[in-house]
């Protein structure tokens, strides 16, 4: 079947801390991925998306960074956190045959 | 400008109401358009697709215009459980880049 995982649902972190979520999908191959995030009172916000193994297109510039080791693993990270990093990031994949969006099931990150 | 813009609301509306909402894109490419619900900052569910032909489900109505490039998504009959935020994704870039709007909150009250 195919799902999408991602990881941790829940983390809170200190200012300047580093920051690894992952997403991970199964029973596809070469799948659109994507991060999203999501502040207080706002839209998705996207932030990367990857068309393929080590191909990252960056949509805002800021301390984040995306990786794609794997066909079917996208990975957020941060090298040093700030207050304003906190929300809710979301992972999806976009199934272009069915033209179907799959979510995640969310990842909320508080930096204190 | 934004590449997808919503009207933000909040839209507070009686039962029984109806309530259209738009969304505009910028990239006169973009291929896919959808209509997704959001709950309580749960992950978003899809609503329905959106074809250039307009489709229906139910209540719900989406129709698309090229020429102007927005969609539109009517909600008749509003229910207490249509309560959420209601966003519009837009597909482009060659099939690979998804962009939501902002969302529109939509209050449905007795």
Redesign the interface.
């Known amino acids: 079947s195919q799902t999408i995982h991602q990881w941790p649902a829940t983390l809170v972190q200190p200012v300047g801390s580093p920051l690894s979520l992952e997403c991970t999908v199964e029973g596809t191959s070469n799948p659109?991925l994507?991060w999203?995030r999501?502040a207080a009172g706002?839209?998705?916000?996207?932030l990367f998306?990857s068309?393929g193994i080590g191909q990252i297109?960056s949509e805002v510039p800021q301390n984040l960074s995306a990786s794609r080791p794997q066909d079917r693993q996208f990975i957020l990270s941060s090298k040093k956190l700030l207050l304003s990093d906190s929300g809710?990031y979301?992972c999806?994949w976009?199934r272009?045959s069915g033209?179907?969006?799959y979510?995640?099931?969310?990842s909320w990150l508080t930096v204190v | 400008r934004k590449e997808v813009e919503q009207d933000p609301g909040p839209f507070n509306v009686p039962e029984g109401a109806t309530v259209a909402f738009n969304c505009t894109y910028s990239n006169s490419a973009s291929q896919s358009f959808f209509w997704y619900r959001q709950d309580c900052r749960k992950e978003p569910k899809l609503l329905m697709s959106v074809y250039s032909s307009g489709n229906e489900d139910g209540r719900f109505t989406a129709q698309l215009n090229r020429a102007s490039q927005y969609i539109s998504l009517l909600i008749r009959d509003s229910k207490l459980s249509d309560s959420a935020t209601y966003l519009c994704v837009v597909l482009s870039g060659g099939y690979n880049k998804l962009i939501f709007g902002a969302g529109t909150r939509l209050a449905v009250h007795p």
């Open positions: 659109n994507y999203y999501q706002r839209g998705l916000q996207l998306y068309v297109s809710f979301l999806a976009f272009k033209n179907t969006i979510f995640g099931e969310g």
